[in-house]
């Protein structure tokens, strides 16, 4: 331990050499901290360098580097001039002091004459925000020299921490770019306190790798078949070595000579636990006195810095780079294997993209393909049974009779204002009605019902085996407040309170439950109301459809009757589609101020009730006309001289084939169109907006100009929630995919392709498009797989109600063994005549509107079918979930064996202490030879 610490020189205080910035002390950062009134009111002077300034400030390249040369070259290589690797870039922005301080004046002059002017125009008090601005017009102005004394300030104490930094102007003159390298035993330090999990030396490797029993060797072989296969004709293969199965232990600086590389300072970290450790290490940084100066984030939150991003490690090959995939870089590997269309058969390299971008998006990811994957089953089965329904509908005796134009039945007005109309002008859609409405429809709703649950139980299964591997088991990151967290009050000093935590015993900033729970009872009301406005725009919808089928049915067209329902639900749909996208991007807004506004102190608290927020908007905004098709259409219509009435027009009803079409017509447009929509946002814009925007830029600014670290700021900015979207988005598909897959049993099959592309188009705006961002340590995939579970156990109820009341198969069932079971007469039992109105109209009821023995018949039998389908499902379910543990058995054992080789590491560390101790004491007493 002595060895190693000497070696990377932890736990010693850096001291700084000779080439010191003038003025520099190590106690520079508290003088900087305790910045007091005067010296916010001192005039504003931005060009005025600070200590840090004078020794790194921004100065021309030749200054840093010696020559322009020797600047690409380090720059190239992601190196400060001094040669260290440059782990993070801060950038802020400067102006000349006289032209910034006039501009500031101005404003301030200006807000205090409106404001003033306001109070001679108007009669009554004035308000707190006007009354602030009059009395403190110089607020903007002490506002940025505020920004930029914590700055300076937060970058002193990075220098007083042993970190280095390296400024540098850009070619915009008004950018400053801050380069930062942590040195080694800092990133130890933050090794062992968050107690991350680290691969120790190959002294168990061989009996780690070992499989245990008969089964586990088969299994491998098998695996190893297929991998040769795959791999000869390149499908599937991602190209990437499998990762190394080793024996991890949480890391201490004491035990480093057993953990693997402690010698080597480049390969001891990985990019993504390097990246993880450095943002850890920024966000912990205290600034200033006071307990919220603390961090990273706090600062690009006020503004004082614009942006801080690790640096890509080298920029994305051309089309025609002919390098070997070994000497490539990080993100060369990954747009070559992963971010490319060209490569969506293949498998992603997981270890590849976790080691560049950390855990939480390598999850993501894994659970997306996982997912994927999962697809191809239910698709090739939901095709298969399509094809069925597609080619043994023509051959249905009840489509026979009822497009019998020699026996035609006179159907009953659809409208008031309607006339009476011929039931075989529906004889096409009646007919197509069948491929959706069949009995391999029952098989694919057990099946689908069965599968989401199986599909959980496994992905538990892969997520246990990822998070073993990559040595996420047991995360003990602390998790930091928020910086927009806000205490409820503050001390004479400006000191928010604090309390006591009774299980950390420590002080933190407070925040009374009893306001809390006030902002949730409001808030959930907000919620409340938006899901009445979706309600009602569901109604205008409704009404809509009502409105265009009464149209067209008054057409003297039979065949534009005749498709009427189809037109009318199929335009519903699209404006269905519309309404949807613009709700959810209002929500999404209101929902994100909503949860600010809930001031939550913890990330994962936030994001929990953000997720819930979203989850249920979206939940009723995009299935609301779903469930109104298949539950509601058509219920409540009454008879010919006794029908209902909704907004003065006779309720929407079904048509004489079902509303399990239409059903169907209303999932395909909005799940396709969701999907059409969401990769034209995330593929095609901003590939429109790149390519304007280099034609716009000037000569000066082109991207041959520019260093790494000026080109990646001119990158996407990498969104603050992105997966968390990402998560909401796959989680809608699921619901398509389960919830009403009875009526749309292609749903998988557009599901899986368009998932096929989405990983591509994801991977292709991380890797080229956007910053590199923050790597984050994930175990799971966090709140969404609760949520998953809700819909998994939603769709059994689903799609037994849509087999039971949408669809006509049971109607058809019931007929068959109770009246004939080559469906004789079917279409005239189902459309009897109405003898007081001289037509026939669709129902289960007899010719004088009265419930009679059919009508009980069928309905028994829809409740015998849902209590037997769900009892089924669910028991199906919960046997499955009972055979499949969460964790398999391989790396149950493993982790009791690596636990078991960590106690005995500490044991044996603490016995040879003992021994060390007393043979230090022995050496300290006279021996008997002496005494004698």
């Known amino acids: 331990m002595a060895e190693f610490s000497a070696m990377h020189g932890i736990g010693v205080v850096p001291e700084r050499d000779a080439a010191a910035p003038a003025g520099y002390s190590p106690n520079r950062a508290l003088e900087m901290q305790n910045l007091n009134g005067p010296t916010l009111g001192a005039p504003l002077m931005l060009n005025t360098s600070s200590p840090l300034d004078e020794g790194l400030g921004p100065r021309k390249a030749t200054m840093l580097y010696g020559n322009t040369a020797r600047k690409y070259e380090l720059a190239g290589e992601l190196k400060m001039s001094s040669g260290l690797s440059i782990d993070y870039i801060f950038v802020h922005r400067i102006q000349a002091s006289e032209e910034k301080q006039k501009e500031v004046e101005d404003l301030a002059t200006k807000r205090k004459e409106m404001f003033a002017q306001r109070k001679r125009e108007r009669k009554g008090p004035l308000t707190k925000q006007e009354r602030k601005a009059i009395e403190h017009p110089d607020e903007e102005k002490e506002r940025l020299i505020s920004r930029t004394m914590k700055r300076y300030a937060f970058e002193e104490a990075m220098r007083g921490k042993g970190l280095d930094l390296e400024q540098e102007l850009g070619c915009d003159p008004t950018l400053v770019f801050t380069k930062v390298h942590v040195p080694f035993h800092l990133l130890c330090e933050q090794a062992e306190a968050v107690k991350l999990n680290m691969k120790l030396c190959e002294t168990e490797q061989e009996e780690r790798n070992k499989e245990i029993g008969i089964a586990s060797k088969m299994k491998k072989g098998l695996s190893q078949t297929y991998k040769r296969f795959m791999e000869r004709f390149n499908v599937f293969a991602s190209g990437e070595p499998d990762p190394v199965d080793f024996f991890s232990a949480p890391f201490t600086i004491e035990l480093a000579h057993l953990f693997e590389n402690s ?4 390969a001891f970290f990985n990019d993504a636990q390097r990246a993880t450790l450095t943002y850890h290490l920024l966000i912990s940084i205290r600034y200033g006195p006071k307990s919220d100066q603390v961090g990273l984030r706090k600062l690009l939150n ?11 490690d080298g920029p994305v090959p051309k089309s025609d780079d ?4 070994e ?7 990954l747009y070559q294997k992963w971010a490319r269309i060209g490569v969506f058969y293949k498998q992603q390299p997981l270890e590849l993209i976790r080691t560049y971008f950390g855990e939480r998006i390598g999850i993501y990811f894994a659970w997306l393909g996982f997912y994927t994957s999962w697809l191809i089953l239910p698709a090739i089965v939901g095709f298969i049974i399509f094809l069925y329904g597609l080619g043994s509908f023509a051959n249905q005796q009840d489509a026979k009779e009822l497009c019998d134009t020699t026996n035609r039945i006179l159907m009953c007005p659809a409208c008031d204002e309607c006339e009476t109309w011929y039931l075989d002008t529906v004889c096409t859609p009646y007919r197509f009605s069948w491929t959706f409405d069949n009995p391999a429809t029952i098989f694919f709703a057990i099946f689908m019902s069965i599968w989401a649950s199986v599909f959980l139980d496994f992905w538990r299964r892969r997520n246990a085996k990822l998070a073993y591997e990559w040595d996420v088991r047991n995360l003990s990151l602390e998790e930091p407040d928020r910086p927009q967290f806000k205490a409820k009050g503050f001390d004479k000093d400006g000191n928010p309170l604090l309390r006591l935590n009774p299980i950390t015993k420590r002080e933190e900033k407070d925040y009374p439950h009893a306001k809390r729970a006030m902002k949730y009872t409001a808030t959930g009301a907000v919620v409340l109301v938006t899901l009445a406005v979706v309600i009602m725009v569901a109604i205008s919808i409704i009404v809509y459809r009502l409105a265009v089928r009464i149209a067209l049915f ?8 005749g498709q009427s329902a189809i037109i009318a639900s ?6 269905n589609l519309l309404a949807i996208t613009i709700l959810n991007m209002l929500y999404v807004k209101l929902a994100v101020r909503m949860t600010d506004w809930e001031n939550h102190r913890k990330d994962s608290k936030y994001e929990s009730h953000l997720a819930f927020k979203m989850f249920v908007f979206s939940f009723v905004n995009t299935y609301s006309s779903l469930f109104y098709v298949a539950y509601f259409k058509g219920q409540f219509n009454g008879y010919p001289g006794n029908y209902s009435s909704f907004f003065g027009m006779r309720p ?3 048509p004489d084939y079902g509303c399990l079409l239409e059903l169907t017509i209303q999932l395909s447009v909005i799940m396709v169109g969701k999907q059409i929509i969401g990769n034209v946002t995330e593929f095609i814009i901003p590939r429109v907006m790149k390519w304007y925007n280099d034609r716009k830029a000037s000569n000066e600014l082109k991207k041959s100009t520019l260093l ?3 080109e990646q700021y001119k990158l996407g900015v990498w969104p603050e929630r992105d997966m968390f979207y990402e998560y909401l988005e796959m989680i809608i598909q699921f619901g398509f995919i389960t919830l009403f897959v009875a009526s749309f049993p292609l749903s998988p099959l557009f599901a899986f392709l368009n998932n096929v592309f989405e990983i591509r188009i994801d991977a292709d705006k991380m890797v080229t498009g956007l910053r590199r961002p923050p790597a984050h340590a994930a175990a799971n995939i966090g709140i969404w797989e609760y949520v998953l579970e809700v819909v998994s156990f939603l769709s059994v109820i689903t799609n037994g109600l849509v087999i039971a009341v949408t669809s006509t198969y049971l109607t058809k069932v019931v007929y068959a063994y109770a009246y004939d079971w080559n469906m004789y007469g079917y279409v005239a039992k189902t459309h009897p005549f109405f003898n007081a109105s001289n037509c026939s109209y669709t129902t289960l009821r007899d010719g004088n509107g009265d419930k009679g023995l059919f009508f009980y018949q069928v309905w028994a039998a829809r409740l015998a079918f849902l209590i037997l389908f769900e009892h089924f499902v669910f028991m199906a379910k919960f046997t499955a979930q009972g055979l499949i543990p969460n964790i398999p058995k391989t790396i149950r054992l493993k982790i009791e064996r690596e636990e078991f080789l960590a106690q005995e590491a500490l044991a044996h560390k603490f016995a040879q202490d003992d021994r060390d101790h007393a043979a230090a004491v022995l050496a300290t007493q006279p021996s008997v030879n002496s005494l004698a």
């Open 570 to 575: 199929f335009t519903a749909a699209l404006l």
């Open 263 to 266: 010698k080597d300072e480049k």
């Open 327 to 333: 000497n490539m870089t990080h993100r060369g590997k």
């Open 322 to 325: 002919m390098t070997a995939p």
């Open 652 to 654: 929407d009803e079904c």
């Open 302 to 312: 006020n503004g004082a810095y614009l942006a801080a991003y690790p640096l890509h």
């Open 708 to 710: 790494p670290w000026e």
């Open 554 to 561: 008054r057409s003297s067209s039979s065949g534009v009757k």
